[in-house]
Every structure is written in C-alpha cells, then in structure tokens.
C-alpha cells in the first residue's frame, strides 16, 4: 500500500485519537487540503476497509477499523512511520541527534513536545518519552556534544498499561502529539489493546 504526503496529511489526525469521527470537511480545514481531494481518499480507504463511517444528519464521520485488529494496527503503523519519516526529513539535526541515542534505548521511544507540535524554537529542549530503562550517563554525554538538552520520562512497561487504562493524562498529551522513533508496531498494538479495547 503507497501512501501519499496527502493521505499522511489526512490519516494522521486519526492516529491522535483511535475513536476520533472526523468529516471530510474537518480534515481539509485543519490540513488545508482540497476537499474533494479529502473526501475521495476518505471513500477509498473506507472501501478498503481501513475506516468505517456513520452518517450524522447531512455529514459523513470517518473512524478507524479498530475492531479489525490486525487490520488497524499495521495501517496505523505504516501511518506513524511515515509521520516519522516527515518529521526527519523536516528535522535533520535531531535525526542526527536521535541516530545517536538509539542504540541507549530498547523498546518504544517517543518524541513528545514542542518538536512533535511543531512549535520548537532554537532553544527548545528535546522532550523523549521511554517505555522500560535506558542509559542515561551515556545519554547525558550526547546531549552536551550536540548542546540540546535532552528530557526524558520514562515509564516500565507495567506502569505504562496502567496509566493506559487509566487514561493518565500525560498520557493522553503524548498521544495526541508525537513522532515514534523506535518500537513503532508495539505502540500501536499496546495503544490500541489497554486504551482503546474493551474489557
């Protein structure tokens, strides 16, 4: 499945929010995007079963297939990938930087923030979210060599099911604005198995 710079524009307001219902004209607002060009790429992808809809008076609300599991977490998946992809493209000084923390890391990391917005400044520090441990000592090393200050929280893996459930709210801001460097397909499953999945 290809996916254009367009529908990544379109489908990444539904990574936000697994449960969001957006009409086509929503989205051409928020993107400034073509509504035709929306509408028709929302039609395709609901003909392929990646989104649903439901009718509410005269407008059309898109959602995701999540009740298809394997179907919503590989299309989700590819999504962020490609949103990762932009965002490195567009930031190649913390793609640099982000090539040499990695190796510190192990499961799911995310950057969350002014970065993820696209608010960052010259200034800005750079904001990583950690699922389970990393090297710090090491991490505080490229931080001084690259003269970015580098803030990183981190969950274990039990707390960050928890808080899943719960809906922490820290949580819920990451969510809604991130860009996944690592681990990007257990994100997707977890996300959608604690936070969105009914008991």
Known sequence: MLLSTIHIQIFEEFTKDYLV????????????????TV????????SQKFLKSTTQGRNKLYYLNIEDAQMSVQFISIVEHLKTMNFYKNQPFIKDVVSKIMPLFNDIVI??????????????????????????????????A????????????DVFKKALKKKDPFL????????????????????????????
Do not use: C
């Open 111 to 144: 950057i969350f923030g002014s970065y993820a917005k696209g608010t960052q400044k010259k200034d800005s520090d750079l904001d990583i979210f950690v699922v389970g441990s990393y090297k710090s000592d090491e991490l505080e090393k490229i931080s001084k």
């Open 21 to 36: 219902k957006l009409t086509g004209s929503q989205i051409a607002k928020m993107k400034n995007l073509n509504q035709k």
């Open 39 to 46: 509408a028709t790429t929302l039609n395709k992808f609901e």
């Open 172 to 199: 819920e801001e990451i969510m809604r604005n991130h860009i996944i460097i690592n681990d990007i397909q257990s994100y997707v499953y977890i996300l959608r198995r604690f936070r969105y999945e009914k008991d």
């Open 146 to 157: 690259y003269k970015i200050e580098i803030n990183v929280k981190s969950y274990p893996w």
